[in-house]
């Protein structure tokens, strides 16, 4: 089976909406790192311990953008995949919902460092993953579809 893959005329805008998540990833990783310098927590410790939490509202702070970062990039991968492969059927629908996902993300780490664990709860993890959720649904329909059309 052979399939000849034309990117539809508005695909930039999907491009657009992946390199998005890029400079999100970019973003966490630097308030990471200033996270981690204000709660002078070393290098390769990957979160502040239970007591210097405890001690430290910027050790808090620290974690909970590292936990932010860390969440973002267990989805980023698969998130990638169905933005871009939804895009081929879907591009106006793709690039949305990448950009909800993309949204959602920046409000979930606000949320999430300036709240605490509880501040995750926030409106931005639910944008993010209705954004992710539909490309999900759109990558298989995209899939299905293919299947469908031999």
């Known amino acids: 089976m052979v399939f000849n893959?034309?990117?539809p005329d508005t695909y930039g805008y999907v491009a657009l909406a992946a390199c998005s998540m890029v400079w999100l990833n970019w973003a966490q990783a630097n308030v990471v790192g200033a996270k981690r310098k204000a709660a002078k927590i070393p290098y390769p410790q990957m979160y502040?311990?239970?007591?210097?939490?405890e001690a430290s509202k910027e050790a808090l702070a620290f974690n909970c953008a590292q936990r932010a970062h860390g969440n973002t990039q267990e989805y980023l991968p698969t998130t990638l995949f169905?933005?871009?492969?939804?895009g081929l059927r879907y591009p106006t629908f793709a690039a949305a919902a990448g950009a909800g996902v993309t949204v959602?993300?920046?409000?979930?780490?606000?949320?999430?460092?300036r709240g605490g664990p509880q501040g995750r709860y926030g409106s931005g993890g639910a944008i993010a993953l209705l954004g992710s959720l539909g490309l999900f649904v759109g990558s298989t329909w995209a899939a299905i579809q293919m299947i469908m059309e031999n």
């Open 104 to 113: 959602g993300r920046i409000l979930y780490t606000i949320g999430y460092i």
């Open 48 to 53: 502040a311990d239970k007591a210097q939490q």
């Open 82 to 86: 169905a933005l871009l492969f939804t």
């Open 5 to 7: 893959i034309v990117l």
